[in-house]
């Protein structure tokens, strides 16, 4: 019987693990600039992670999907506990509590497994569609902000498929601000369409 470690939220570093194409921005000059000669680099994860959408989406993912999270806490506390028992009553239990015991164990940690998967799941589905809104927005920033301050490209150099070897700027903390100043966010507002993600946490007794 092995307990199974407890998966916690991540923070929005973590939600952003999900890199777009290392191209993000091409076009054409604006008033008639010269572009062609300027390339600057963006670390989309950190851009992502830093607006104040990103933050406010962590601490809401984290608060809606607090209960489960202490759920598996609980179960995996059990099975701690279950564990300990074993150990320190070796000698002293019957064979028949042993097996009581060690029958019990596997239950919860099948228990803790499935709800661990289920967590994990809905958890990544909430991370995705964060991301994917606000990189959406990002892009359609970045595609304003590189020729209008003269940039021919922007490469993403958090990709791991497209190492940015040398930008002549970095513009993330740049378009970061550009980003917050286009979305602003009020507090307590619900992230996306203000539905719930988080599933309540399952009863005890289920099997």
Do not use: H
Not at 44 to 72: C, D, H, V
Not at 117 to 136: G, L, M, P, Y
Not at 197 to 204: L, Q, R, S, V, Y
């Amino acid at each position: 019987m092995k307990a199974m470690k407890v998966i916690r939220v991540s923070a929005m570093m973590a939600l952003c693990g999900m890199g777009g194409a290392g191209l993000w921005a091409q076009t054409k000059p604006v008033n008639g600039a010269d572009t062609g000669a300027k390339v600057a680099a963006i670390n989309m994860r950190a851009a992502i992670a830093n607006t104040a959408e990103g933050k406010q989406a962590a601490a809401q993912l984290e608060t809606e999907f607090l209960a489960r999270r202490r759920e598996l806490e609980d179960l995996n506390k059990k099975i701690n506990d279950l564990q300990q028992r074993l150990t320190t009553g070796a000698t002293t239990l019957s064979d028949e509590e042993k097996q009581r015991l060690t029958v019990e164990g596997q239950r919860l940690t099948r228990q803790l497994e499935r709800r661990q998967n289920e967590f994990q799941e809905d958890f990544n589905d909430a991370q995705s569609d964060v991301i994917t809104r606000i990189e959406r927005r990002m892009v359609g920033i970045l595609r304003k902000y590189a020729p209008t301050n003269g940039y021919g490209a922007v490469l993403d150099n958090s990709s791991q498929t497209t190492p940015v070897m040398y930008a002549s700027a970095d513009i993330t903390q740049d378009v970061v601000k550009a980003y917050d100043e286009a979305y602003p966010v009020k507090s307590g507002a619900p992230m996306g369409d203000g539905k719930t993600t988080a599933k309540p946490a399952a009863k005890p007794s289920e099997r």
